[in-house]
């Protein structure tokens, strides 16, 4: 009978240590796979539109009061680079290139009167820059700000008239540098396609350029003159990018 109970017992202890050694055995650990976060490493081509304002002081002429001309109107191109992420920073360089239409014309009189005045037209007809970029990466959301050398093509006209059908107009053209700044948002849309929206300063400082009489007979009292004129634009524009070399 004691034997029995002894067997019991160890029976029953054996029983129990089994169970708690199986209890503090852990089953392996499976981790969950790793969220796939997007890289902006890769260079791109795409296009762009929008619009914008500038700003054309020009230099006064003996007697007559001039008005600052704002030409406004749109602005459509391409552009092309190539970014690199390091963790959440986006670094890169970027050319782009615009055809425009942004022009205006401002009535001039003589500042104490009279009934010979001029109209002025500036007219922004292409643009480009060169810049670099920096950006903070949010996955698929970048944020970044851009600056560098900007390159623009202006024609000029200045018509000089009595008002009753008699005029003589004046015309040239210059290509400006200057400088621009500007940042805005960029989205990963697909695997390589990428909206963006963005905004830009240009600063072409004071620039001098000569209006050249046309072929008319007033031509042969003032047949050229030199002007002087500070200039700056503002534009806002949408774009679209093709990117090559970028992934998860």
């Given amino acids: 009978m004691k034997i ?6 160890i029976a029953l202890a054996i029983s129990m240590a089994t169970s708690a050694m199986a209890a503090d055995v852990s089953l ?10 997007f890289s902006w490493t890769g260079c791109y081509l ?7 304002r ?17 030409d406004s109107g749109w602005m459509a191109g391409v ?20 055809w425009a239409d942004m022009k205006d014309t401002t009535v001039t009189l003589p500042a104490g009167g009279g009934g010979v005045g001029f109209l002025l037209t500036t007219k922004l007809d292409r643009m480009a820059t060169a810049t670099a970029r920096v950006g903070y990466a949010f996955d698929r959301v970048l944020f970044y700000a851009k600056g560098g050398a900007a390159f623009a093509h202006f024609n000029h006209t200045m018509t000089q008239t009595d008002f009753a059908g008699t005029s003589v107009d004046f015309i040239g053209s210059r290509n400006v540098a200057g400088f621009v700044v500007g940042g805005g948002i960029e989205y990963a849309l697909l ?11 240009f600063d072409f400082g004071r620039n001098g350029y000569t209006l050249n009489c046309t072929n008319n007979p007033g031509c042969a009292a003032l047949p050229m003159f030199p002007v002087e004129l500070r ?18």
């Fill in 4 to 9: 029995k109970t002894l067997s019991s017992v």
């Fill in 28 to 37: 392996p650990y499976k981790a969950a796979p790793a969220v796939p976060t």
């Fill in 191 to 201: 695997q390589n396609v990428s909206l963006k929206a963005e905004y830009n300063y």
């Fill in 46 to 52: 795409g296009g762009n539109g929008g619009g914008g």
């Fill in 231 to 248: 200039q700056n634009m503002q534009t806002f524009m949408l774009g679209v990018n093709w990117r090559f070399n970028t992934g998860h």
């Fill in 54 to 70: 500038g700003m054309n002081e020009q230099q006064p002429i003996t007697s007559f009061s001039f008005n600052t001309n704002h």
């Fill in 79 to 98: 552009q092309g680079g190539c970014d690199y992420q390091v963790g959440s920073l986006v670094v890169g360089v970027e050319g782009q290139f615009d």
